[in-house]
Each structure stands twice: as structure tokens, then as C-alpha cells.
């Protein structure tokens, strides 16, 4: 009789449904008390997760937000783009309040880096943009874009790269080389010298070296032994770089099946996907939103959403865009992603208003249409369809039982859930850990 087979861990995806800021940290934050490993796939230092834990608050860039629990293992995957000195900015940060970063956290030898002239390349293309009236794409100007572009064209330096000093020189110069070209040509800037660059690079390397690891097979490797991973999602759904409102859209896929691809884990291993969702709806930066309200005028819904709120990015500092839930467009989400079940957050934000919109469709050229369109320039032209709701008065910040919820929030919540197509199965109710409502759990489900 062969041996009984070791159960296999189970594992959870997260990822944004909307233009991102959904509120991802906090909850990945939660689900890692049944998670043994979380994994970023993608994006670089340009999201940015706010954890509140115990009043305190901590804002992660590019470490997963798992790091905050101990004993957790941190996976940084393949398909993320690694700025070496801001990541050990982060990790020393970190450090500095105590925790221990270094001995968890795993960095894929095939992330493409980001380097001085991707960052010069991205910031100059933004005010060229600007300065010739075609309009900002609304970039972080971290060189993220770039970095990837370099990743496409099959001439990114890599963080393997790093282990092998002769052969990290000859791609610098060359790919130095083929930036100065763009830097001082097209985008009118200075070139930058190799030499600072490369030792900056080399006195970086010899700390990253031991975080260096093949992290797919060690996802695989833990979650055969029973392990429990969480896959954190940056960004949003509508920042797709395939699936947003291209152009305005950020240079990496953030929808749930790029956690296969950007990790190096089978499809197949991916067993539920939580959907973040505001019970209303944010944007930083530049492009399309059809719900959007104006938030600079007291006593407006907007300046309601973008106060109470407490609308600004993690990382950029800019204010958000508001405005009322958009259904039709999380409708596209859930169905790009897959998703098992919703996490509505920010549904306190909403208390006290005396009447809830939520977007349903659009009328575009004439035309009802019940999904968000896949042409930015059609969105653009999409006037929104309402249905409205009876708002309430009381508090529903740190509820943690559903039934307690005032009845018109679960009947605003109970008519997404319809919409969409898709079971909402937490609700958050404050940042705080402890602030959720758990209708099904993602770990249990």
C-alpha cells in the first residue's frame, strides 16, 4: 500500500477590480492569519498598500504586505520590476520598527531591474507629453514603464544578472548606451555615466544576493507541503495594461491569471479569487471615469467621498478621483478575473449620505449599453445610468456581523451582489484588522 499523499496547502488571489486603492493591504494583511506565504506577480513601487494594524499605520510599496506577520514567508515574483534601492530602502525601513524582513522575503532572480535611466527616461517622457498639450498619461514617474518596455524587447538587466559582475557590465553599457540615445535625442535631457551607476549596482548586489532565490519552485515546493499562499495583487483591474482604459493604464497585467505567469506557479493552483471593491469609486491619475464627481466643493458627495475617505495614494500622495460606484464596469472585472467572491470596503465612507447612486450602464451614442466598453475614447463618451438608494444614518464603522448592518446598506450590498453576478463574501467596515464582516471565508470557502 503506498503512502497517504501530504495534503496540499490551498491558495488565494486578490486583486483590485477597479482603477486600484481598493483596500488590498488590509485585507491581505487579514487573510495571512491562514496564509504560511504571500506573493506579489507584478508591478514595481508604484502601488501602494496602507495597513492599519492596532491604530498604527504602515505603508508597503513593493514587500508584500504579508511582511507584517511573523513567520510568514514573503515571495517578490518574476513578473514584478525591482527598483534595488528602493526595495532596500523599504526593508531597512521596515526594520527600523522591529520587524524581521531579510530572513523572509524572497526576490526572483528573473525580475527585470529598474534603473537611474529608466526613472530619467519615464519622468521626461511625462513632461514632454506635458509640455507638447498631447496630455500626461498620469505616470508615478518611477520608471516602471520603461523597465518593462526593456523586459518586452528581450534586453533587460535582471536580478540574476547581479551574481555575475563582467556580464552585468557589458548589458549596462549596452542598454546605457541605447537610453543616452532617447535621453538626449527625442526627450531633450542629459545622458547619465555608466561608472556610478555600475558600482551603485555592485555595492547593491552583494545585499540582495541572499534574498536571491527561484521563487516558483519554492511556492511550489511550500504549498506541496501544505502550505496556505496568498497572491497579492497591485493596482487594478481597469489599470490592465490589456484589459484598463488603455492608454491610461499602468505597464503591467494585474488581473488574477497573471499570478500563474508572474510567479511561476500553475494555473491550476489558483483555487479562489477575492475581488477588492469600494462601496463607491476612486482614480489617481489621468483617463476615463464616468461616475466621477467633483470633490473640491464642501458639502458635495464628492468632497463627502474624498474627505471621509481619506482619498490620497499610498505612494504618489495626489488626490483621488470619486465618485459613485461603477457596477457596470466591476461587472467586466468579475468576469476578466474570474472572481469567487467580493470584498466591498470603504462601505462606512458611505454613512450618513441621504441617497446612494450606483452606476448600472451607460448611454453611449444612443445606446444602452450594460458593461464598460473597451475603448477608452467610448468611455469617454459613456453617460451613466443610475439607480438609486435610500442612504442611512447610522454608523456601520467596526461592524462585524452582517445582520447588524443598517437595512439599507444590505440592500445597496444585496443589489451589487445582483448586478454583478458575483457573491460579495466580506464586507470591510473600518482598516483595522478586526473591522470585517466574513459572510464566506476565502480559506474555508
Known sequence: MSAQAAPRG?????????????????????????????VRFQGGHNAGHTLVIKGVKTA??????????????CYIGNGVVVDPTHLLGEIERLEGIGLDVRSRLHLSESCPLILPFHVEVDRARE?????????????TGKGIGPAYEDKVARRALRVQDLKHPERFAAKLRELLDWHNVALTGILKSKPLEFQPMFDRAMALAEQLR????????????????????LFEGAQGTLLDIDHGTYPYVTSSNCVAGNASAGSGVGPDQLHYILGITKAYTTRVGSGPFPTELPID???????????????????????????????AALKRSIIINGISGLCITKLDVLDGLPEILMGVGYELHGRRVDILPLDADDIVACRPIYERFAGWSESTAGITDWDR???????????VQAFIGAP????????DREHTIVLRHPYQA
Request: aromatic letters at 4%; one cysteine or more.
Open 10 to 38: 490551498r491558495n488565494v488571489v486578490v486583486v483590485g477590480t477597479q482603477w486600484g486603492d481598493e483596500g488590498k493591504g488590509k485585507v491581505v494583511d487579514w487573510l495571512t492569519d491562514h496564509a504560511q506565504g504571500v
Open 60 to 73: 508597503l510599496q513593493l514587500i508584500p504586505s504579508g511582511i507584517m506577520r511573523d513567520g510568514v514567508a
Open 127 to 139: 513632461a514632454l507629453r506635458e509640455s507638447s498639450g498631447s496630455g500626461k498619461i498620469g505616470t
Open 210 to 229: 541572499p534574498m536571491m532565490a527561484d521563487v516558483g519552485y519554492l511556492i511550489h515546493q511550500a504549498h506541496a507541503a501544505g502550505q496556505n499562499i
Open 297 to 327: 466643493a464642501p458639502g458635495t458627495v464628492g468632497h463627502h467621498l474624498s474627505t471621509v475617505g481619506q482619498e490620497r495614494g499610498t505612494v504618489t500622495g495626489r488626490a483621488r478621483r470619486c465618485g459613485w460606484l461603477d457596477a
Open 405 to 415: 448592518l443598517p437595512a439599507n446598506a444590505r440592500a445597496y450590498l444585496e443589489r
Open 424 to 431: 460579495i463574501d466580506m464586507v470591510s467596515t473600518g482598516p
